[in-house]
């Protein structure tokens, strides 16, 4: 992907499992800027990732994010940035920027889950923030924001249950 693309900074508020018929996983991204959250649909395992990281809470044995970070650590090479680059048909592409210049096509929960652990910005093209954010309008949703945060802070990997049967890590995302 070009760096020509207007990419704009997000904040990762976290998971959230959406209430409704497909009781779908959600990671949302804010950008405070435009006041639009971007909700990305992810897997249970990418959400209890992606938890676990910003609740500050580590696995007995690394998960693949964390071996990730590990080996991007040994071999001294910094995660510059994440980038949502592209949204097509509901899926979102994701790409992971090392220091080294390098540029590597990720989903976007994993590019997510890496960037938490890492401390690194995620940032997302200004056009997919136009078509797929969603409007911060009244009092009542930011309420409702600071009380997912709130939940944010307590939130446990338990509260995603486990995956449901026949699932298995390689099964096909929304975000893949």
């Known amino acids: 992907m070009s760096d020509k693309v207007p990419m704009v900074p997000v904040e990762v508020l976290g998971v959230r499992q959406q209430q409704g018929a497909g009781q779908e996983i959600v990671v949302l991204l804010l ?16 959400a209890s990732a992606i ?8 696995a007995p044995r690394p998960m693949t994010h964390d071996l990730l970070r ?21 899926i979102f592409y994701a ?3 090392l220091g080294t210049g390098v540029r590597v096509d990720a989903r976007a929960s994993d ?4 960037a938490v652990r890492t401390g690194s910005p995620v940032l997302c093209s200004a056009e997919i923030v136009a078509l797929a954010g969603v409007e911060l309008v009244d009092g009542e949703q930011q309420r ?6 709130d939940f944010l802070d ?13 699932e298995t890590p390689e099964s096909p995302e929304r975000d893949a």
Not at 144 to 149: A, G, H, I, V
Request: aromatic content about 2%.
């Open 95 to 97: 790409e992971m920027v």
């Open 144 to 149: 409702e924001m600071e009380r997912f945060r």
């Open 51 to 58: 938890a676990m990281a910003q609740a500050h809470l580590t």
């Open 111 to 114: 590019a997510i889950a890496v």
């Open 70 to 90: 590990n080996v991007l650590d040994a071999l001294r090479v910094e995660l510059t940035r994440v980038e949502i680059v592209a949204l097509d048909d509901g």
């Open 31 to 46: 950008d405070p800027a435009a006041e639009l959250v971007v909700p990305i649909i992810i897997g249970p395992r990418e």
């Open 154 to 166: 307590h939130v446990t990997p338990e509260d995603f249950g486990p995956p449901e049967e026949g």
